[in-house]
Nanobody, 128 residues
Framework: EVQLVESGGGSVQAGGSLTLSCTSS????????MGWYRQAPGHECELVSTISNTERTWYRDSVKGRFAVSKDVAKNTVTLQLNSLKPDDSAVYYC??????????????????????WGQGTQVTVSA
């Protein structure tokens, strides 16, 4: 069974920083496209950032200039650095691996939505 394991969530005040990490014993992140998603209560699952197998990156507009995604192939880890955090960034953050072509069965933060494998999520809480 393929597992993605996220870590690094927590509670910070606005303006603070957190580093989220995602790793797997079963997947080779050097060849996988990876994504970071988040879901806040009452909101839909939304794509935050992606990093391709060639390390091309993408960010949603609301996090550009504040978040940075990177990949450490030697450690088989993908990291999402969260800086200048805002209360609106509060959510459960998920990493996902192995991009799937559409159409998709659903839009939840779960397998089958754009990526084949998903982690269990890590909570980020930003207080004002």
């Amino acid at each position: 069974e393929v597992q993605l394991v996220e870590s690094g969530g927590g509670s910070v005040q606005a303006g603070g920083s957190l580093t989220l990490s995602c790793t797997s014993s079963e997947l080779n992140f050097a060849v996988n496209d990876m994504g970071w998603y988040r879901q806040a209560p009452g909101h839909e699952c939304e794509l935050v950032s992606t990093i391709s197998n060639t390390e091309r990156t993408w960010y949603r507009d609301s996090v550009k200039g504040r978040f940075a995604v990177s990949k450490d192939v030697a450690k088989n880890t993908v990291t999402l650095q969260l800086n200048s955090l805002k209360p609106d960034d509060s959510a459960v953050y998920y990493c996902a691996a192995d991009f799937l072509p559409g159409p998709y069965r659903h839009s939840r933060c779960a397998p089958g939505n754009e990526y084949k494998y998903w982690g269990q999520g890590t909570q980020v809480t930003v207080s004002a």
